[in-house]
């Protein structure tokens, strides 16, 4: 096969030359009348039609097509993927596809297939190979896979021997060559846990392969210490992909390759290449694990996301260059922190990714175009990688590169939080304590389904010993072990995300209040038990999650404007052609975790379930306390903020303007508005106290009436269970005294929240104005935990976020060092600007008092001084007329870097910082405060009124700012891709999904063509999803500032972590000192206000006194791991104390 001299083809593996063309088998021809109805039905190509098309060689150059055969068993030509991707290479305006029937591939000679000028051919079962390669020498056409080199590929020793010349990592292995006339004679020595193929020796565990890679039948044999005998395994049948077998001996007959097994975590990994650039990967179970294949709803075998790393990417590059298949797929064992490829398939397509076939076909169109467009003189300019380098107009009007991107999320939408305390004494549950090495630190969390379950089993033991004789030895109160049993048995089954235990040792038992006065007293030690339920991700929130996944793509180049259509936003094509560094963190809460899967989903564009996307996606990050807020320097000042904020809200008298100063002295317009709402605070708890009674009342008439007695509530909740919850804040709210536990305001706020959002069908009265009043509430309490002063909130922030911060800092500045790590492929710079470049992309999910916190490091760690900049004053009073950090708030910090700028000037790196409150309210449309917009400097904007904050305004303005695509393409000097006839980008094939409201899919500027990426797109990051159970709307991001340098971000950062370990010192000293002052009555007492009751035992080292680190109750209505403070707001069983 020679390579043509008349034209240069750096990417074709093969030359190709034209010959007569006396059959056409067109299914694509762009003028003909039947193009529309082939294309609608599924690309009918049973049009085989012969003609003498002499006219052709009249045509004029120019109105040629170029055609592209597809040669290949009817099976593989009429195969799902292979329509949709050849209906989407169809629309590119020059390119018509040619299918070759199958009976004319198997029955006629060469001479008659019609013609093509690229050829995608490939082998599989019955395919005359010989025949293919025939016709490419007598026709010569581009070939997008090597003919020849698919021999090689049919039998694995070519494909290891090549695999070996290319340097690829593969398992250890030895090649077994039979005579099958003599079958004896061969290197073989078998023992009872080994084989000796040629000298080299395979323990057990190993595979025998059979040498034709067309012969599924791969065994492993186990080692006698296992069980011993063998996996068989063999091309999927139904649900079947591999039997165990009792055998534990080898073939006796044929050639093999023995390897050594991988032990890989259960997941094979499949890698399918479209050129050397692209690669898509996705896991599966490994047939070896238990044969049984997974299938969806849908009957199809489940296959997980995968993210590549950057060696991975080089392996694929070589696999795709060194077998030259173009489009080629092939398998990879990940195993001990290292990656081995362990058999190349060739020719493979990606089943079921609408997201692959546009990239596909894009990539393999570009291919064909680029190779034969200027001899056949099309007008055709390569839109080259405009995607792959992240290049945007920046705010201030310069061209720069972004380079990070780092947001810090709180969870979505939950389920409110619960929680129960018991004091036991148990042997049974000492000896559980020891048993999971609770004495180690005086403290332990059981979540874990057999943990759970063991603690159930001593539940069930007590309640039946306490049935038999009533004055046994059991001290545990027999309500509360109802509770408890209760509790773990719902939903029938254990996950660890929605049931914790915890026990914290105490040494002295635990001191009685004064409510408990009756109780016997008892010495010695005993166990605090805290069980804490609910609090898990709602489908609300899960939708919330999956669509600020998909508005957030719009941060990344190429997400908008007239890129947006064909390639599939910016960011996915970044992500697939491995210049995307992606690492999602989240903290070991449930909720939150489920939250970073369901963002990843909607910013990939992935398909299928949450917990395959978790398990390869999301780390947790309870290291070092990231992300959860385990820090033991919580510490007095909380706590004195806390016993503030309860004195002033206990006072029965108007807030006076002594109170402001107190509460307010930020003077933040949402804390004052808030006091003025409530005036009398003790009044507002009255009449809060009064609404829950009347709610409470409301429920049991509901339960009484047989009509709405099984009544089904939101994410299957019973109105028995609304009752428990609702009747235990009754009970916990209002004190013996008399007095209100201010520290259940955040609870009470919280389940009124969600009732009204999910469960306003049961029309109960006076909901909204609980609403009303527990939020104005809330809205002094949660922000004011967190400090009232600048001071305290900076001192307090500080205790929850120095090590995100460290990290964050970190992150900002990797992204120019390690630049070395992921250069990946230099030679292949053509029309890059930076060839190994990346954007790395830095998602934290969190919970409340994360948020809370590093806010408040911005506002008040003196990153910027307000007098001066104006700037940054409008944002500071944005964010304190923000008076909620609800669900899904959002800080982002986006690095970018200007290429023209001297690498040592400050001018070179540009950080901009945007923030968004999170998900829409019940009834904020009126008081919303109004921010400045994205990203609101660029040139075409600044005449427009400072007020983008409502979504409207935002869809509308968003294109103008960070999208005038066109211009870095005409500054990169390339011209945006050809839109004509056929229009290139791929609106058609949208897929329609009937769960979301049709009104959503208006095509605002932003999303031109999006909406075949996803049903659901909606306008702009402002997304209103009302279609879905009352799902909120997100409030859109607001810049509040946008020209800060990398040096000014990184010194602000150094200054407030430094500060903050000087102040842990003072902090230790202090506690000191504190806890030789108080009497150990009150440091103990957790039944009294001041102490938050509740909160105390969740986050500090419960070996220690409860006072320690007692967390802001905001954690609360947040999702803190710093959990429930709800007393249990559940399960009702007596429980009053």
């Keep these: 096969m020679s390579e043509p001299c008349d034209r240069p083809a750096p990417g074709a593996w093969e ?35 012969e003609e003498e098309m002499e006219d052709d060689e009249d045509e004029s150059p120019s109105e040629r097509q170029i055609v592209v055969g597809i040669c290949a068993m009817m099976k593989k030509s009429k195969s799902k993927p292979m329509t949709q991707i050849l209906e989407r290479l169809c629309k590119f305006d020059y390119i018509d596809v040619v299918i070759f029937p199958e009976e004319v591939i198997l029955e006629e000679p060469v001479e008659k297939w019609p013609l ?14 010989d025949k293919a390669v025939e016709y490419a020498k007598l026709r010569n056409p581009l070939l997008i896979n090597d003919l020849n080199m698919q021999y090689f590929i049919q039998d694995r020793r070519e494909v290891y021997r090549i695999l070996k010349e290319e ?10 060559n039979r005579d099958p006339d003599n079958p004896e004679e061969c290197n073989l020595v078998e023992g009872e846990d080994h084989v000796e193929v040629n000298g080299e020796v395979f323990p057990k565990p190993f595979v025998e392969k059979p040498v034709c890679a067309e012969d599924h039948n791969v065994y492993i044999y186990y080692p006698t210490s296992a069980g011993g005998g063998s996996q068989r395994l063999f091309r999927k049948i139904g649900s079947r992909s591999s039997v165990y077998s009792p055998e534990s001996s080898v073939r006796k007959t044929g050639s093999y390759i023995y390897e050594e097994f991988m032990p890989t975590d259960g997941t094979d990994v499949k890698v399918y290449t479209v050129g050397p650039d692209y690669a898509h990967a996705e896991a599966r179970k490994s047939p070896a694990l238990d044969g049984k294949v997974e299938r969806d709803s849908e009957g199809k075998e489940i296959r997980y996301p995968v993210m590549l790393t950057a060696m991975e990417k080089l392996v694929a590059r070589k696999v795709c260059l060194a077998f030259k298949q173009t489009v080629c797929g092939f398998d990879l064992l990940r195993a001990n922190g290292h990656s081995f490829v362990c058999d190349v398939n060739g020719f493979s397509f990606v089943k079921n990714s609408m997201k692959y076939y546009d990239d596909c076909a894009k990539v393999l169109g570009n291919m064909v175009m680029r190779e034969l467009a200027p001899q056949f003189h099309i007008p055709w300019s390569i839109p080259m990688e405009a995607e792959d380098i992240p290049i945007v107009p920046t705010t201030s009007g310069t061209m720069m590169e972004l380079r990070c991107v780092i947001a810090i999320i709180r969870h979505g939408d939950r389920t409110p939080k619960q929680k129960m305390k018991m004091e036991v004494r148990h042997p049974l549950f000492f000896e559980l304590f020891e048993k999971h090495g609770g004495y180690k630190s005086g403290k332990l969390k059981l979540k874990k389904p057999k943990q759970l379950q063991e603690v159930l089993d001593i539940a069930r033991l007590l309640l039946v010993e306490l049935g038999q004789h009533n004055d046994c030895e059991i001290e545990e109160k027999k309500s509360k072990l109802e509770q408890l049993k209760t509790v773990l048995e719902m939903y029938g089954h254990f996950s660890g995300i929605n049931r914790k235990v915890q026990l914290t040792y105490l040494r002295n038992g635990q001191p009685k209040a004064s409510s408990e006065e009756e109780d016997s007293k008892r010495d010695g030690p005993s166990l605090l038990l805290v069980l804490k339920w609910g609090g898990e991700l709602t489908p609300a929130g899960r939708v919330q999650a999956e669509e ?5 793509r719009c941060m990344y180049p190429g997400g908008q404007g007239d890129y947006a259509g064909f390639p599939g936003c910016g960011l996915l094509r970044l992500h697939s052609t491995y210049r995307h560094d992606l690492k999602i963190y989240a903290s070991d809460e449930g909720r939150v975790q489920m939250t970073a899967a369901a963002f990843a989903k909607g910013l990939l564009a992935l398909e299928g379930e949450l917990t395959p996307i978790l398990v390869q996606m999301v780390k947790s990050a309870n290291m070092n306390g990231l992300l959860d807020s385990d820090s033991d320097s919580l510490t007095d000042c909380q706590q004195k903020v806390k016993a503030r904020l309860h004195e002033i809200m206990q006072r029965d008298q108007d807030f006076a303007a002594e109170a402001y100063e107190k509460l307010a002295s930020t003077g933040s317009p949402s804390l004052v508005n808030s006091m003025k709402i409530i005036q009398n605070p003790v009044n507002t708890c009255d009449k809060v106290y009064t609404l829950i009674q009347s709610l409470t009342t409301q429920i049991r008439k509901r339960l009484e009436d047989p009509k709405s007695a099984d009544l089904q509530l939101y994410h299957s909740e019973t109105l028995e269970l609304m009752l428990q919850r609702w009747s235990k804040l009754e009970r916990d709210f209002r004190m013996k005294n008399g007095r209100y536990d201010i520290s259940k305001i955040p609870d009470i706020y919280d389940c009124i929240k969600y009732d009204s959002q999910h469960n306003a ?12 009043l527990s939020r104005a509430l809330a809205d002094i309490v949660i922000p004011q935990e967190y400090g009232i002063s600048k ?8 205790a929850y976020c120095v090590p995100l911060m460290k990290k964050i800092q970190l992150d900002l500045q990797r992204t120019h060092e390690d630049e070395a790590v992921n250069k990946l492929h230099p030679l292949y710079s053509r029309g890059v600007m930076s060839p190994g470049r990346h954007v790395r992309t830095r998602l934290y999910f969190t919970s409340e008092s994360h948020v809370h916190s590093l806010l408040s490091v911005f506002r008040y760690g003196g990153l910027l001084d307000e007098e001066k900049d104006q700037q940054w004053k409008q944002a500071m009073d944005y964010l304190s007329a923000v008076s909620e950090l609800n669900y899904m708030t959002q800080i982002v910090i986006m690095l970018y870097e200007d290429n023209n700028k001297d690498p040592s000037s400050e001018e070179r790196f540009h950080v901009e910082l945007h923030f968004s409150p999170g998900v829409k309210g019940c009834d904020d449309e009126e008081n919303v405060p109004l921010g400045y917009g994205f990203r609101p400097a660029s040139s075409e904007n600044q005449d427009k009124k400072p007020n983008q904050g409502s979504l409207e305004d935002l869809s509308q303005d ?20 050809i839109r004509n006839r056929k229009t290139g980008s791929m609106e058609v094939l949208s897929e329609t999904s009937p769960t979301h409201s049709s009104k959503g899919s208006i095509s605002h500027r932003l999303f031109p063509s999006c909406s075949r990426q996803s049903p659901e797109i909606k306008p702009t990051i402002g997304l209103g999803f009302e279609g879905c159970s009352m799902v909120p709307s997100i409030y859109p991001l607001e810049t509040l500032h946008n020209s800060l340098s990398l040096k000014q971000v990184d010194e602000f950062l150094n200054t407030v972590c430094e500060s903050s370990s000087e102040a842990h010192a003072k902090t230790m000293r202090a506690l000191s000192s504190l806890f030789d002052s108080q009497s150990q009555t009150s440091l103990y007492s957790p039944q009294q206000p001041l102490s938050s009751s509740g909160s105390e035992t969740s986050l500090r080292p419960p070996s220690q006194p409860l006072w320690h680190g007692s967390i802001p109750s905001s954690a609360v209505s947040s999702a803190g791991p710093s959990s429930p403070i709800t007393e249990s707001s559940g399960l009702n069983f007596s429980f009053s104390e």
Excluded: W
Aim: proline share 6%; glycine share 10%; charged share 25%.
């Design 791 to 798: 001071a305290e909130k900076l001192d307090i922030a500080q």
């Design 167 to 176: 340097g690829i990592d593969l398992p250890r292995y030895a090649v077994l």
């Design 958 to 977: 968003q294109p103008d700012q960070a999208i005038p695509i066109s211009e870095p393409i005409n500054i990169q000097r390339r011209s945006p891709m």
């Design 761 to 772: 069908s049961l029309g109960l009265e006076d909901t909204l104005e609980l609403f009303r």
């Design 15 to 49: 030359g190709r030359g034209r010959g007569d063309r006396d059959v056409v088998f067109v299914v694509g021809g762009e003028d003909d009348e039947q193009y529309i109805g082939q294309m609608e039905t599924g690309m009918r190509n049973e049009m085989f039609q």
């Design 116 to 129: 093509c000028d690229c050829l995608i051919s490939f082998h599989s079962k019955g395919f005359p190979l």
């Design 548 to 552: 600020l996944g998909r508005a957030f």
